[in-house]
């Protein structure tokens, strides 16, 4: 049998999740920009609903361009990731000796229905999550601009002040520092999770794409591996030291089709390890007698662990 290769660098996406990252940064502080437009707006020292609404229009535009940038960046980047597995799985079994000459092999290949189908539902899977976290800041956002102006006016008007008085109240109601402190607890949320955690735009999209940037190279090595009749995979091992330490170095089945071995859709499912934010990959291999004497004996000695963590796991449910 051909031996695998067992030195294929492990894929760093931190650059492009940065650049995700920069872009969102980028869009908060033009939005706050654009809030504190709102102590310089208005005509004769009053505020209209027109002149309030157009600063929410203003939002609007701004945060279309950002979804414009991330859907560029979901096609651009997760395509790359997807690839970069298949590449590595052409070497990781031996069916070409380099990462370019593996490159030049998926290139130089007829993209697959079955690719293409799971290429199509990662990138839309990505965008929808980021477009649901940056809808949810612009609601967030606009609520909290309505709030702050009507706490104001009535405030105003229950003292009986004059409308110059009132405009003076919203004027310092929406200094810089005002509208960066509300905009941070109450306008910045991108989602609030199930433990009423909540993530700000940047924090979550961060945690999406780095996510999304792994699990498309898992399944660009799960179909490229399918498509060559390779089921069996060992999973990478980076030192845990949470849950994810019990799989390191455990061999899996990548698409269910081998009996006796936990498969890669039920781990992910058990979040004990493939979760969010979670950096292991998986390597394919044609037979466990092919694997190096340290590396089949650490699957042995952790195979038990490994078995009890899934158990306790399904017991408790």
């Known amino acids: 049998m051909v031996q695998p290769r067992w030195d294929v660098p492990a894929p760093t996406y931190e650059r492009d999740v940065n650049e995700i990252v920069r872009i969102y940064k980028n869009a908060i502080n033009e939005v706050i920009i654009t809030l504190e437009g709102l ?21 609007g535009v701004l945060l279309s361009e950002v979804d414009n940038e991330a859907r560029t960046w979901v096609e651009e ?6 690839i970069d597995g298949q590449v590595e799985t052409l070497v990781a079994l031996k069916e070409a000796e380099t990462l370019s000459e593996a490159r030049s092999l998926v290139h130089g290949a007829t993209m697959t229905a079955l690719i293409k189908e799971t290429l199509d539902v990662i990138i839309e899977d990505t965008f929808e999550d980021l477009l649901y976290a940056n809808q949810k800041m612009k609601r967030e956002t606009v609520k909290m601009v309505r709030s702050v102006v009507s706490e104001q006016m009535k405030i105003k008007a229950a003292q009986g002040m004059g409308r110059n008085t009132t405009r003076k109240g919203i004027i310092e109601a929406l200094t810089k520092k005002e509208i960066r402190e509300r905009f ?8 609030i999770d199930k433990a009423g955690r909540r993530w700000k735009l940047e924090t979550y999209a961060e945690m999406v794409t780095r996510t999304k940037m792994l699990q498309a190279h898992v399944e660009g090595t799960r179909i490229e591996a ?51 934010n979670c950096r292991h990959k998986i390597t394919p291999i044609r037979d466990i007698s092919l694997l190096p004497p340290e590396v089949r004996k650490k699957f042995e000695n952790g195979r038990e662990a490994a078995n009890k963590a899934l158990k306790s796991l399904k017991s408790r449910k």
Do not use: W
Request: charged letters at 20%; aromatic letters at 8%; proline letters at 2%.
């Open 39 to 59: 102590s310089t707006y208005g005509k004769d020292n009053e505020i209209s609903r027109a002149q309030m609404n157009s600063i929410i229009a203003q939002l």
């Open 77 to 82: 980047r997760i395509r790359e990731a997807f």
């Open 184 to 191: 941070n607890v109450e306008g910045n949320i991108a989602i």
């Open 226 to 276: 399918l498509e060559r009749g390779v089921d069996l995979a060992i999973i990478s091992s980076h030192g845990a030291t949470d849950a994810c330490r019990f799989f390191e170095g455990q061999i899996i089945s990548m698409n269910g089709l081998t009996d006796g071995f936990p498969t890669y859709e039920e781990l992910a499912r058990s979040n004990l390890i493939f979760h969010p």
